[in-house]
């Protein structure tokens, strides 16, 4: 859908404020970090592309940057920019710590078939601690997707409309909910 609103707005000029940045489990859950980047550019897709470069997360991994190269609307790498002003060594931060929710990138070795359920199995869901105390409903009750309900005096996620936004993740007052791998991939 990004890929899809930028094609066809056209956007003439696109600005990051990276003065502080949000890294780890943002917004609830992460932690500001001072990287000193402010970014603009025409093209959106260079610029977020520059972007992930600076906290050293791979293209591949942004859902939206790798639907942009497949449609090759998206550079490749930052290799192929030409940027102006302060170099990005200088204002890479190697150690930014990146989000659980962050993707796995194998999933384009899976055959054509198997890859819906690789998907599946591959993509971080949300989960609620067993033992949470939290009877804070506002909150959850207005999220997209209205996939958390109250069942017994307990938030319980419906994972039929769950869409993996991690909006429960990230707004949760209380920090009960977590971000969960398959097993495997925690290895």
């Known amino acids: 859908m990004l890929v899809d609103l930028c094609c066809a707005l056209k956007p003439s000029l696109n600005v990051v404020d990276g003065i502080v940045g949000m890294e780890g489990n ?3 859950g992460g932690k500001p970090r001072f990287v000193g980047a402010l970014a603009a550019s025409r093209d ?8 992930a470069a600076l906290i050293h997360q791979s293209p591949v991994q942004v859902p939206y940057l790798r639907a ?6 998206c550079p490749e790498s930052v290799e192929e920019l ?16 990146q ?4 993707s796995i990138n194998f999933l384009d070795c899976a055959p054509k078939f198997l890859r ?30 209205h996939t958390i309900q109250m069942v017994d005096g307990h938030a319980t996620i419906d994972y039929r409309n769950c869409i993996r936004c991690y909006c429960c993740h990230e707004m949760c007052p209380k920090h009960v909910i977590d971000i969960k791998r398959f097993r495997l991939f925690r290895l």
């Open 26 to 28: 943002g917004p609830t």
């Open 99 to 102: 989000p659980e929710s962050c």
């Open 68 to 73: 942009g190269m497949a449609r090759n609307v």
């Open 44 to 51: 959106p897709f260079a610029l977020d592309l520059v972007c």
């Open 116 to 145: 819906p359920l690789a998907e599946k199995i591959a993509t971080p869901v949300p989960r609620i601690q067993q033992n949470n105390l939290c009877r804070v409903w506002k909150v959850c009750g207005e999220l997209p997707q």
């Open 82 to 97: 030409i940027p102006l002003g302060t170099s990005l060594p200088s204002l890479s931060v190697p150690d930014f710590e």
